[in-house]
C-alpha cells in the first residue's frame, strides 16, 4: 500500500502520552496511529454496509404471510 506523509497538531500532554503508549506497547507513535485510525476507518466502513443492507430490507418490507385484506374484523378481534 502506498504510503504519505502527514503533519499533525496534537496538544503537547496526548502527544507525551501517546509515546508513552507506543512505547509501552513496543512500537512507534506512527505504527500506533496509523492502526487506531486503520480500526476507525474499518468500522466506518462496516457501518456503512450495515446500513446499506438494512435500507434495502425496509425499502423491501417483510411478508408475514398476512393477506391484503384480513379475514377476520375488528368486532371479531375484541368480543369478550
Given at each position: ?39 476507525i ?40
Amino acid at each position: 500500500m502506498e504510503k504519505q506523509n502527514v503533519t499533525l497538531s496534537l496538544p503537547k500532554e496526548t502527544l507525551r502520552k501517546a509515546k508513552i503508549l507506543a512505547a509501552e506497547r513496543q512500537t512507534s507513535l506512527s505504527a500506533l496511529l496509523t492502526k487506531t485510525l486503520e480500526e476507525i476507518v474499518a468500522k466506518s466502513d462496516m457501518y456503512e454496509i450495515a446500513k446499506q443492507r438494512q435500507l434495502v430490507l425496509m425499502e423491501r418490507g417483510f411478508d408475514f404471510g398476512i393477506e391484503e385484506t384480513p379475514a377476520w374484523t375488528r368486532d371479531e378481534l375484541h368480543e369478550r
